[in-house]
């Protein structure tokens, strides 16, 4: 009822189909530094992104406060703009779906812990960092907390709604030894607030953090590699990129005419999963379209890219319901899930025998090349030795291919991990990476 004067003033302006997107959030975040309170906030924000479609384009603009005046406001803005876009990529406002399975992603009870008690865990995780031993600072710890309701009307009468809430923990120190300086950090990314245990992330962080020391680079050349969980996260990241409708339409992916063929090791398979219990889930993207449960690379075969309404429509296919955006739509994936092998970590060290363990991996950004895959990046890691974490390695270079680095996967472990950007990997052996060091 809130939103009706908006239809009503599109529907008598002329526009012919038209939706809002509300987004409601809270927000609740401090830190400490040497244990001091150095920052608190409390952050209520409201949002609204509406579209139209008149005379075949469509139109868009946003407001984040609502009455009379913004919904006047909007409808005006959709009018101006479509009257001036180039734009002849179809667009649509979505009907929607017969069926829209409903994900679980909010815990009330995170909400209802009073402030004081979260500020207490984030002082004795400080506390007990500050115990380890070589540790000479707590760089810092911090908590944040996000709650979001996200809704979408139409004017076709579709009524879609979603709420979820987390938060995350984190600590970050400085260890020394000699003239060597390192730092680390670790993190709890959740919303069940019983799971936090400042000595178990604590310990997590000094190991992180003193491991490190006595590092030094290896000598240069070609290693049989164990990648950690976290950089798999992030190479995944670069290598899905590719999956995207849009990317292979515009002659970017690297996927493009690969779609049923094999691109990887047939150990591989890589699924998004919408509809899994995490704090990702979506029951429907942001179009509107349900979302489903898909293998994107099952055995080492590209089986699907994803699509939003505007690409599927160009490939005369249906949306895969990973349309997700602002007024512009994009693509991504919902909850990437790598399913994991059966060895442990310390079973993949064994199999390696010798070789080098990539823990850090920097420069995704700047080092790493889109159009062919190509990579180098800064990284730390370990050596691995007689099929054991060996010494710390620092100031080393690894290069390679995404294509075939993810073609060259040996074995997967079980040691998978969920991170905040929605990616749950475990470690994995490469058969040979160039390391480039002393």
């Not at 020394?176 to 936090?196: A, C, I, M, P, R």
């Not at 990437?336 to 823990?359: A, D, H, R, W």
């Not at 895959?373 to 390679?400: A, C, E, Y």
């Amino acid at each position: 009822m809130k939103y009706d004067y908006f239809f009503k003033l599109a529907k008598e302006k002329g526009i012919e189909e038209c939706e809002l997107k509300i987004y409601e959030t809270y927000s609740l975040s401090f830190s400490l530094f040497h244990s001091e309170m150095d920052d608190y906030q409390v952050n209520d924000g409201y949002s609204i992104i509406a579209r139209g479609l008149i005379n075949g384009k469509f139109g868009s603009a946003s407001c984040d406060v609502w009455n009379k005046d913004k919904a006047e406001f909007l409808v005006s803005e959709i009018v101006k703009n479509a009257s001036v876009i180039e734009d002849d990529d179809p667009m649509f406002i979505y009907k929607g779906d017969a069926k829209y399975k409903k994900i679980n992603t909010y815990n009330k009870e995170l909400m209802d812990i009073p402030a004081n008690k979260k500020i207490e865990k984030l002082y004795e995780l400080e506390k007990l960092i500050k115990e380890g031993e070589k540790i000479t600072e707590v760089a810092g710890v911090s908590y944040s907390e996000t709650r979001t309701t996200s809704t979408l009307l139409n004017s076709h009468g579709l009524k879609l709604s979603q709420k979820n809430n987390y938060f995350f923990i984190m600590g970050e120190a400085v260890a020394k030894e000699g003239d060597q300086v390192k730092t680390g950090y670790d993190f709890l990314f959740s919303n069940d607030f019983n799971q936090v245990n400042p000595k178990e992330l604590a310990d997590k962080i000094i190991e992180e953090t003193t491991s490190q020391l006595g590092g030094e680079p290896c000598a240069s050349g070609d290693y049989q590699v164990v990648l950690d969980n976290s950089c798999v996260a992030s190479l995944l990241g670069a290598y899905l990129s590719s999956v995207d409708a849009e990317e292979v339409q515009k002659h970017t992916s690297l996927f493009e005419g690969k779609l049923n063929t094999k691109i990887a090791s047939n150990k591989l398979t890589i699924e998004d999963r919408p509809l899994q219990k995490t704090l990702f889930g979506r029951g429907f993207d942001d179009e509107g379209v349900a979302t489903y449960n898909k293998p994107i690379i099952k055995n080492g075969v590209l089986m699907t890219y994803l699509y939003n309404l505007t690409t599927a429509a160009k490939d005369g296919v249906k949306s895969t319901g990973n349309g997700f955006g602002g007024a512009k739509i994009g693509t991504s994936p919902v909850f990437v899930y790598m399913k994991p092998g059966k060895k442990s970590l310390e079973e993949l060290f064994q199999e390696v025998n010798n070789g080098v363990y990539i823990t850090d991996i920097q420069g995704l950004h700047a080092g790493l090349d889109p159009q062919t895959g190509n990579f180098s990046l800064q990284s730390t890691g370990f050596l691995i030795k007689d099929g054991k974490k060996d010494r710390p390695l620092d100031i080393i270079t690894v290069s390679g291919n995404l294509m075939k680095l993810f073609n060259d996967i040996k074995t997967i472990g079980n040691d998978s991990k969920t991170f905040i950007s929605a990616v749950s990997c475990p470690s994995i052996v490469i058969k040979k990476l160039s390391i480039g060091g002393k």
